[in-house]
């Protein structure tokens, strides 16, 4: 110490902001679900994940489907200890009668209830105010049919879209729609979207229709491109013993998605969340290998670094998220490494490095309206950065995988102090 201050060794080393991941889902432990945790193991999970954002580099995250539970527990334990990123949150969460999230298992606390939007639209308006006191930045909004070939699941019309747009206008909060391919991309835009938590079109291409209205809304993208990329992991085993992978990730979750026969029961329970009421679950998760497998994710990754890197190119605000956590019935989604992998991926898509990382500092630090606190390094912002052994401008993004110290609000420490007390 000098001065009674802690003093590191950075000598040769690059600092850069504190990383903000824009897509979390925090209270979703990979593979809890399936794996049958307790509700005492998925809350020790749940602090572990806070503490490996951390040490991945990430002092702040946007949980997307924060419920009250999530933005008042876990922020709490934050603020007491310090071990964990700041959060943010989106609420409420506008889903249809049948529609994405209703099919979520909130037993064990993984997701808040979600109350769909039926026929009374002052419900929406309801849910607004209520949500207030969690301080969220935005609303979300959910515009998806399924992620199978066929549609599964009832979505807002657009006279709907059009009063939750008004609503939110009416009451002073933004939306950030959740759409994931072309029709939903249509449908979102009724609802003048401040944000698309999703690039979407990973089963089809970005038009120059699409993109113009993308343009002319001046919606900010999230990207989300690591879901599709971590979706291989099963199949590229190799890949869960590297060092970063085996210092963030806990031995149970690792030995989970190395397991066949638990990544088999995963695409059968996805492929039976997805499918129509007309298909008999027997039916479903007999051809779950033909609708998720490694080559179908591979080629859902291309399309959307493609749609990403054009919507950069056009000038489209793109951030990043990595949406890790999503469903607990993956196994897959790994909380922190997800958040490196986004960037990596945003890096191989053809995005300037310092893009890359401007999407994850200012520019993020932007959208959740938090740009005089975080994401850049000045006087008077808080104390939140990471302290790289190279400079990712000239070594790329794959760097930020061996931090060797990352400060949060001030206290730093190595990736395994924030880890391990």
Known sequence: TAGGAQVVDGSGTTVIPGLIDLHTHLRSVPGG????????ELEAARLQILRAYVAAGVTAVLDTAAGPSTLNDLRGHVRKTNLGPRIEGLSPFLTPEGGY???????????????????????????IEEARDLEPVGLKLAIENGFGPVPALEVFDEAQLTYIGEAADRL??????????????????????????????????????????LEESGATVITTLAVFDMIMLPYQKERLDEPWIVRLVPDKQRAT???DEMTERMMASIAEMNSPWWI??????????????????????????????RMHEA??????????????????????????????????AGIPRADVILAATSKAAKVIERETE????????????????????????????????????????????WLND
């Open 315 to 348: 000038g489209i605000n793109v951030v990043m998220g990595a949406d890790m956590g999503n469903w607990p019935v993956f196994t897959v989604m790994f909380h922190g490494v997800g958040s490196i992998r986004e960037m990596e991926l945003l890096e191989a």
């Open 101 to 127: 999230g209703t099919r979520f298992d909130t037993s064990k606390g993984s997701f808040d209830p979600m109350p769909p939007i039926g026929d009374d639209l002052t419900l929406v308006d309801r849910l």
């Open 257 to 259: 998605v190395a397991d």
């Open 33 to 40: 679900s399936l794996r049958g945790d307790s509700f005492e």
């Open 280 to 309: 008999p679950a027997w039916l479903a998760r007999l051809l779950s290998s033909f609708v998720f497998n490694e080559d179908i994710a591979r080629e859902q990754l291309t399309n959307v670094s493609d749609a990403v890197r």
């Open 172 to 213: 002073g909060t933004r939306v950030f729609a959740h759409a994931m391919d072309g029709p939903e991309f249509e449908l979102a835009m009724h609802a003048k979207p401040d944000v698309l938590v999703h690039p979407g079109l990973s089963n089809s291409r970005l038009t120059d229709n699409m993109l113009a209205q």
């Open 374 to 417: 975080i994401g850049t390094l000045a006087p008077g912002m808080y104390a939140d950065l990471v302290v790289l052994d190279a400079d990712p401008l000239e070594a790329g993004m794959g760097t930020l995988r061996n931090p060797r110290y990352v400060m949060k609000n001030g206290e730093i420490r190595t990736p395994e102090g």
